[in-house]
């Protein structure tokens, strides 16, 4: 994954309409108090918001953690799906990991709030993986190595790989490399989560998705991570020493993520403010980034590759170092560290009904550079109009059910 680069194709400035929210039971999660923020999360966030009842019932036959180590965690682990509980809790506490927790199918992970600490015990520790489907992370505090731009920094928070229908939820992520790492055609859902201060050089991913992965990301808080969102498809890494450019890995499905209700904050903590939500040159899959609030960034998109939706979002009060422009949306083709991807090509882009305040200094609404069939508000821009077959529809990611499935439809064209 790769730093930002300088558009050396023409840029287009826009300014959008007011955003336009669509009904809310598109996509709830549960059926909010009152009416829902246009942008931004719906529900609150974090480690320490209370279970619900019917939570506290499910949650009841549990297995408790008996020891401040890792050791102890995968301990419990195993005696739950031993035994067949569901449940493994982790009382308030401070825990530190000095090897990964592998944490069976099903199986649930569940701490006492921020007051449940798990703590990466060296800089290249790795806390937790699902080690099968259907498991779930909740109401936890995880720290990696440091909160800084260290490059010593190779910390992982939670590593979801090939697994099906893991959730992420109600946790705090805070100092890693990766916070999250999902790949290899895994399907998850991150929702209501503060993640924050992942800032390594070169890494630093609040999220970090690639090879075939299909995530929802709802309603969560994201701030001075060097991206918040780093989305990429399945690359051979190998392949510039022969090839002289990077190919695509063959029979690997294109990554889709949802990316909705999020609020992200400044990344100024940073060492050059990248854009806070990317595509990477390579990222051929699909994407929507709908309903978010975007403030205090120097730069909050940055699509270099794929397909999608940029819609109803909230843009405003762009700050940051100065030695580079404010931009809210940019879409431009760029290559990986100067060299060249398979296929690499932003296209059939949909940008429309979001909001740039005026508030701050000012800032590119949306910038576009090398790209292919990119609309803005119903209008096509005639310097990206392209021959090209129209991409097939992309999927519809719906909230985990109450049989914790995350639902995979078709988004209607």
Not at 85 to 100: K, W
Not at 170 to 198: I, K, M, P, W
Not at 382 to 402: I, W
Request: charged share 25%; with cysteine; proline share 8%.
């Amino acid at each position: 994954m790769m730093n930002s680069r300088s558009f050396l194709a023409v840029a287009l400035l826009v300014a959008l309409a007011p955003a336009t929210v669509r009904p809310e039971e598109a996509r709830p999660q549960d059926k909010p108090d009152a009416k829902p923020p246009p942008a931004g999360p719906r529900h609150p966030v974090g480690p320490d918001v209370p279970l619900t009842e019917d939570e506290k019932s499910r949650l009841e036959k549990r297995v408790t953690v008996a020891g401040p180590t890792a050791a102890a965690v995968q301990a419990a682990c195993e005696r739950a799906a031993k035994e067949g509980l569901r449940v493994v809790v982790l009382p308030a506490g401070q825990y530190v990991f000095d090897s990964e927790v592998l944490v069976p199918a099903g199986l649930t992970v569940l701490g006492e709030g921020a007051g449940t600490v798990c703590k990466a015990g060296s800089k290249t520790a790795h806390l937790f993986r699902a080690g099968g489907d259907g498991v779930r992370f909740t109401r936890l505090r995880l720290e990696g190595a440091g909160a800084t731009t260290s490059t010593d920094n190779d910390t992982y928070g939670i590593t979801v790989e090939r697994k099906q229908d893991v959730r992420i939820d109600h946790c705090e992520l805070t100092g890693f490399s990766y916070a999250t790492n999902f790949a290899d055609e895994a399907t998850a859902q991150l929702d209501r989560c503060s993640v924050h201060h992942n800032l390594r050089d070169g890494l630093g991913y609040g999220v970090a998705l690639y090879s075939g992965a299909y995530v929802l990301i709802a309603d969560n808080e994201f701030a001075q991570n060097r991206h918040s969102l780093a989305s990429n498809g399945a690359l051979d890494w190998s392949s510039p020493k022969t090839l002289g450019k990077y190919v695509h890995k063959p029979g690997v499905r294109k990554t889709h993520w949802e990316f909705v209700h999020n609020r992200v904050d400044s990344n100024d903590l940073s060492a050059y403010e990248l854009c806070a939500v990317d595509t990477h040159p390579g990222m051929d899959g699909t994407f929507v980034i709908e309903r978010n609030l975007f403030e205090n960034l120097r730069h909050g998109v940055g699509i270099r590759d794929g397909s999608g939706l940029i819609a109803a979002n909230v843009f405003r009060s762009f700050r940051g170092k100065s030695f580079r422009p404010f931009v809210a949306i940019s879409v431009a083709y760029d290559t990986h560290n100067n060299i060249p991807v398979e296929g690499c090509m932003p296209h059939d882009i949909k940008v429309e009904n979001n909001t740039f305040s005026t508030e701050g200094p000012p800032y590119r609404k949306c910038e576009v550079g090398k790209a292919e069939n990119i609309t803005l508000d119903g209008e096509l821009l005639p310097a990206t109009k392209a021959e090209r077959p129209p991409p097939p529809p992309m999927p519809l990611l719906s909230p985990m059910d109450a049989e914790g499935k995350l639902r995979i439809g078709t988004r209607p064209r």
